[in-house]
């Protein structure tokens, strides 16, 4: 645990290691874990205090070390923060990860000065909040079916592959579940694997696949979507604003996550750029707790899919936020993001 005080005059900004603990071990393609560490945020100023969190992975080279020192690295003495931009940009454009626990709290101390909830800052309606997937991470097939069963009354599920048993897994699980299935291959297949498993995946009626392949490569994108039946997704090779445009006509929609763009106000640059383009968009999460989960609700009334399980998959999340209700996302009417800590409840 880290305590930072980098403000000495009238704002104080400091942070904390979260550890967050896995219901069961998470497993993709490319990784397995059974604890994340998260980074909290808090600034203190004008006797409120305003929360952000940052959970870098190590798939972007982000790392919770690297994101507080760049924190630590901050001069905020005479900032303004209502100019959101101006303070965001005191950060490398690289730093993407500690960008996003900023933006956070800058825009939970927006809400809270203001007395009104993110939502109602963007001008949303909470209840166009959207139905979030639940995820069934990589296990053998009797896991797979018992995970299945626990969740089978929740109305999306958003199942992992990767482990060479595509079609089994499915059979599996539509065995005994019959509602809105999506993939993620997290990058573990190449472009003619991924023609011919999704080709054989078609028939078990999926909503779409998450980056079947490598990331780096849209041409090979096009390819797959070109010959698959289940519509393409772009997650690790949509990280910014910058790759939108790039994926145009290679995919059928792009995941945007907070910390892999850096934040609230990227995501929304990035949504209006892919509806331009004509494509879907998701909004997802990494392991985190109800703060940038909740953050990421909140921006939800602009998306057609979400994936917001991060509190449901962790046992000791430190944060109330975001509940839910069968699936759908339902937004705390509270001031700023909408978080208070566990123990204030
Ligand atoms: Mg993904």
């Known amino acids: 645990m880290a305590t930072a005080p980098v403000v000495p005059t009238a704002a104080v900004l400091s942070h904390e290691t979260l550890e967050l603990h896995l219901r069961h071990t998470f497993t993709i393609s490319r990784s397995s874990e059974d604890v994340a560490k998260t980074l909290l945020l808090r600034l203190e100023v004008g006797g409120i205090t305003a929360y952000g969190e940052s959970s870098p992975v190590g798939r972007y080279e982000e790392t919770v070390e690297q994101v507080a020192r760049q924190i630590d690295a901050m001069h905020l003495g005479d900032a303004d923060f209502w100019f959101f931009d ?5 950060l490398p454009r690289d730093a993407r990860a500690a960008r996003c626990g900023i933006d956070l709290v800058l825009h ?37 079916i018992e995970k ?15 482990s060479g048993k595509e079609v089994e897994t499915l ?52 390819f797959v979507r070109e010959r698959s039946p289940v519509p393409i997704v772009a997650d690790e090779d949509c990280r910014t604003l910058d790759d939108v445009a790039l994926l145009a006509g290679c ?86 993001l909408g978080v208070m800590p566990r123990t204030l409840r």
Not at 126 to 139: D, E, K, N, V
Not at 200 to 218: K, N, S, T
């Open 251 to 336: 995919v059928d929609g792009i995941n945007i996550k907070l910390v892999k763009c850096g934040g609230m106000r990227e995501a929304v640059r990035m949504i209006h750029a892919a509806r331009a383009l004509g494509m879907k968009v998701m909004i997802g999460c990494m392991i985190e707790s109800s703060v940038l989960c909740t953050a990421a609700a909140q921006l939800t009334p602009l998306v057609d899919y979400a994936d917001l399980d991060g509190p449901l998959l962790i046992t000791d999340d430190p944060f109330v936020g975001v509940s839910y209700d069968a699936g759908r996302l339902r937004l705390p009417p509270l001031a700023g």
């Open 86 to 90: 101006e303070i965001i940009e005191r």
């Open 148 to 162: 299945t069963r626990e969740a089978r009354d929740l109305p999306v599920l958003k199942v992992k592959l990767g």
């Open 171 to 222: 059979e599996a699980i539509r065995s005994i579940y019959t509602g809105t299935v999506r993939l993620d291959a997290n990058e573990g297949w190449n472009a003619e694997q991924a023609a011919k498993i999704l080709a054989e995946l078609g028939r078990f009626d999926i909503e779409f696949c998450e980056q079947p392949i490598p990331a780096g490569h849209p041409e090979q994108l096009r």
């Open 108 to 144: 939970d101390l927006a809400g809270k000065r203001l007395g009104v909830p993110v939502y109602r800052l963007l001008g949303l309606d909470p209840g166009c909040a959207a139905l979030t997937s639940f995820t069934i991470g990589i296990a053998d097939l009797p896991q797979t």
